[in-house]
């Protein structure tokens, strides 16, 4: 199952190490398979707010978005954004073509009504 890695990124200082980041970043993924799927740009807010950056990372499974992650290649450039914004990041599994939002629910106890 695909898994995506997410970065919401805040206070980006695009100095002289988030470029070199940049420009190390895409030699780390290839071995895993990742590829960028967003990478920034502005958002058309429709509900509620935004702020800061979405990056999104697709890999082939879980396992290889860890193993880029731990890298040896990737945990040397880390610090190199890390020093220079601040957010969240996190793996998540993708869900099948087939999905229908009613597939949720399968997860999910059956509710009880009062009574």
């Not at 040397?76 to 914004?85: A, C, D, E, F, W």
């Not at 087939?98 to 009062?114: E, F, K, N, S, Y």
């Amino acid at each position: 199952m695909s898994t995506y890695a997410i970065g919401h990124l805040h206070d980006v200082n695009v100095g002289p190490d988030v470029v070199e980041y940049l420009r190390r970043i895409d030699e780390t993924l290839a071995p895993f398979g990742g590829r960028f799927i967003i990478h920034g740009g502005p958002a058309t807010v429709m509900e509620g707010s935004w702020s800061g950056d979405l990056i999104v990372i697709a890999f082939p499974d879980r396992d290889s978005a860890h193993a880029w992650y731990e890298s040896a290649a990737y945990q040397r450039i880390l610090p190199l954004r890390t020093g220079n914004s601040r957010g969240d990041v996190f793996f998540i599994e993708g869900v099948d073509a087939g999905h229908r939002a009613t597939d949720v629910l399968a997860g999910i106890p059956a509710h009880q009504p009062p009574g």
